[in-house]
């Protein structure tokens, strides 16, 4: 009987300000292959409409976020607005052990603690394609007043300063060239040579404008 181990899976950390487009794109990314896996991270904020318990986050109470914390049960967590987020420790090395690919959808602060700890994680950040973009994708939620709303703008700005932490960017503007951007990232580890690099440039100036 062959005691040969079933060849470890590969970490890839997807980070992006709220109103990216980040997880349409990673639905997509797992709906297209065979192999890619996404940890569902555990959240002490409320569940939003048509979300499901289990399947987008593991909704929790504030003490049991703490206690997985405290047992050091997460792999990464941080608190974004006045909720926290985590990665089980547990699930993700579950996932990696069976072969599988595993997609980490987390902000900055969650994918600086991963590239830590994972020096072989590969790291990718998503950009929308302008503020005036970026606005309307969060208010077509419907969901938030304008406090919030601005709030938000001001959080996605203080997000995207950090994305030259990242090993790869990917510019969301047209959905399917960003997917194939990434499929190239993930598939090949190469950055897809697209018209998108020769305007990062300027979508960041925009982004960051204040």
């Known amino acids: 009987m062959s005691n040969q181990k079933h060849p470890s899976g590969r970490l890839f950390v997807i980070s992006a300000p709220s109103g990216a487009g980040k997880t349409s794109l990673v639905k997509a990314l797992v709906e297209r292959s065979n192999n890619l896996a996404v940890s569902v991270s555990h959240t002490t904020r409320s569940m939003r409409p048509g979300e499901v318990d289990g399947v987008n986050y593991h909704f929790v109470s504030e003490s049991a ?48 603690q991963v590239k830590s700890l994972v020096e072989s994680a590969v790291s990718i950040f998503v950009l929308p394609p302008s503020t005036e973009a970026l606005r309307e994708r969060l208010t ?32 969301n503007d047209v959905f399917n060239e960003a997917l194939s951007d990434l499929e190239s990232i993930i598939y090949s580890q190469q950055p897809a040579q697209t018209p998108q690099s020769e305007r990062l440039a300027s979508v960041i100036a925009d982004l960051l404008a204040p």
């Open 65 to 112: 976020f703490t206690h997985l914390r405290d047992s050091e049960g997460f792999f990464e967590w941080a608190q974004v607005f006045d909720n926290y987020y985590g990665t089980s420790r547990e699930g993700v090395e579950h996932q990696l052990a069976k072969g599988l690919d595993v997609i980490l959808e987390i902000d900055w602060q969650g994918a600086r």
């Open 140 to 171: 077509g939620r419907g969901q938030d007043d304008t406090s919030v709303i601005e709030r938000r703008m001001q959080s996605a700005r203080d997000e995207i300063i950090h994305y030259t932490e990242a090993d790869f960017v990917v510019l």
